[in-house]
Structure formats: C-alpha cells, structure tokens
C-alpha cells in the first residue's frame, strides 16, 4: 500500500544483484522515451553488460511491441516472476500481462503496488543495469519508482522543440526535489539527414536540450536524429542498435550509451566517497 497522507513512506530499499538503476523520463509525451531506453538496454548489452529492462509505463506499454515479444511471463512456484529474455536482455512489462488493445485502468494504490512488485517479485538475477522506461510527466509512477527503490540516476529526454524543453526542465525539477541525480539529458529527433543531399535539417531547431542542460549544470548525453530507419525498427521490433556501432542508423545511439555508461559510473564513484554534490 502507499502511504497515506502524513506518513513516512518506507526507505527505498536496494534491489540486490543490481548494480544500477536508471530511469529514462521526461516532461513530454511522445519525445522518443521508449525508443531511446530500448536501444540504450540493447547497446548496453551488446558492450558486454548484463541488462534488465522495466517497461513502467503501465498506461501505455510499448516495449513489448518495440522489442517484437508478446509471451507471458512465467509465474514461478513461490509467487515470483520470470522476466522475458529478449535480444539478450531481462524484460518486464505491464504490455505482457495485459496483451491488446484494452487499456488497464490504474488507480493509484494499484499504480504504486505494481510497481513494487515489478521490482520486488520479479527474479532480476545479477545485472549491471536496470532500465526503466518511465511514462511521460511528473506523475505517480516516477514517485512510486523513486519511494521503492533507490535509483542510480534519471535520464532526461527531450527534443530541441521550446515546449518538449519547457516540460523537461519540470522533470529535472522534479528528480532534484526528490534527491535523484541527473545521469544527463539527451536531445531526441535533433536533426534529419536528406537522404538525397545529405544536407542536415534542423526540423524541430537544434541545440536546446545542450543548452538547457548546461543552464541546469547538468551532463549532456548526446543528440540523436530523426531518422526514419529508428521509427521503422521501432515498429517492427528489431531495434536500430542491432545494426551495430558501426551502422550510420546506430552511432549516436551508442554514443549516448558509452555516455551514460561513464555518467553511471561517476556517479557511483562520487556516491561512494561520500561526495555531495549540490544539484
Ligand atoms: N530519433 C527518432 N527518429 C525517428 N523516429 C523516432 C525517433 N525517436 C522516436 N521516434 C518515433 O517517435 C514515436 C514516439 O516515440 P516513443 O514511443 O519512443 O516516445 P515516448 O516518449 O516513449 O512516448 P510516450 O510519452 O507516449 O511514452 C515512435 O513512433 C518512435 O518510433
Ligand atoms: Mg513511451
């Protein structure tokens, strides 16, 4: 149960075998959440790591789609969950448990239960990482997350737009009120490359998410373009990081992940020393 209003919600406790905790939001909707936590779980396991990936958008579950998987997980005999393996990665999804169209309609107890137990009841095994792709906003779900378990850090995803921009800097808000470091913030849809004169195309503006970044004194993972192949591979669950680091498609994906990956680890080293770092 959450706690009710005036009591101390319980300290988030650490999820054992899991090395790092890192949620994908942002303010906006439709900015490319998903797509970016799904290649960056992948790249993430193609350099070598052992990753879990968390589908909490339990309003809108489009990893199991993104991912091309739609089996059920195991319920095993002491009541706890197996996760799908998928490109080598440990996934869970609200989309696995409620297969189709009709939507599952949440109230927030429900909300914060089953993300504890997408947490808790789940056998993640030993991971470097765990992705948690969060739905769009400040709402519930980021607050039950940030209560059940104690996160490594918080990527911000945001596209050059000003109000894609104006939402994100609420999300920054929101992970600093709640004591979570920011790994960083990437700028998503950043530019289009025409494919007939390969001249760079500034379709939402570009540079924001940099800027604002840097305004916040926060790190800056990257910027990632609108690039139909992403769409596509999305749709058909084969995502683009499958093409390897060296596919043109791919690249500025796995420089955001190298970048989170060394995010990740300073912030774990500063955690370590006992630095505070003033946000
Ligand atoms: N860099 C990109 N290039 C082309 N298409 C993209 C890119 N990033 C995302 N998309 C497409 O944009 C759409 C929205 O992306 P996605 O579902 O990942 O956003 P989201 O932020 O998770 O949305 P929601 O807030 O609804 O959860 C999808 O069709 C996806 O394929
Ligand atoms: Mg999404």
Redesign the pocket.
């Known amino acids: 149960m959450p706690p009710r209003p005036g009591q101390q919600p319980p300290a988030p406790q650490p999820l054992s075998g899991v090395g790092a905790i890192v949620a ?1 939001g ?1 303010g ?11 290649n960056l779980a992948i790249a993430l396991a193609k350099l070598g790591h052992k990753v879990g990936l968390l589908d909490a ?1 339990v ?2 579950p ?1 990893v199991p789609l ?1 991912l091309g998987t739609s089996a059920q997980p195991k319920v095993l005999a002491d009541q706890r969950i197996e996760p799908l393996e998928a490109y080598g990665l440990k996934v869970i999804s609200v989309g696995f448990l409620n297969p189709g169209d009709k939507p599952l309609i949440w109230r927030g107890p429900m909300l914060h239960s089953i993300i504890r137990q997408f947490l808790g009841s789940v056998e993640w095994g030993h991971l470097d990482y765990l992705v948690v ?5 400040t709402g519930d779900v980021a607050l039950s997350l940030i209560q059940t378990v104690p996160l490594t850090g918080a990527i911000v ?1 945001s596209t050059p737009s000003d109000v894609s921009l104006q939402d994100a800097r609420k999300a920054i808000e929101m992970f600093r009120q709640m004591k979570v470091d920011i790994v960083g913030m990437v700028e ?3 530019y ?1 490359v025409c494919p007939h004169c390969q001249h760079e195309i500034d379709i939402f503006s570009r540079g924001g998410a940099e800027k604002t970044a840097a305004q916040f004194g926060v790190a800056f993972l990257g910027n ?12 058909s669950g084969t995502p683009t990081v499958l093409e390897g680091e060296n596919s043109p498609h791919a690249k500025s994906l796995y420089e955001f992940a190298h970048k989170v990956v060394a995010r990740v680890d300073e912030i774990k080293s500063s955690a370590s020393e006992g630095v505070i770092r003033i946000q």
Not at 32 to 38: D, I, S, W
């Open positions: 994908v942002s906006k909707g439709g900015v490319g959440k998903t797509t970016l936590a799904v958008d309003y809108g489009n993104m792709d969060l739905p769009p906003g995803v998503n849809m950043s289009f990632i373009q609108l690039d139909p192949d992403i769409r596509k591979a999305g749709d």
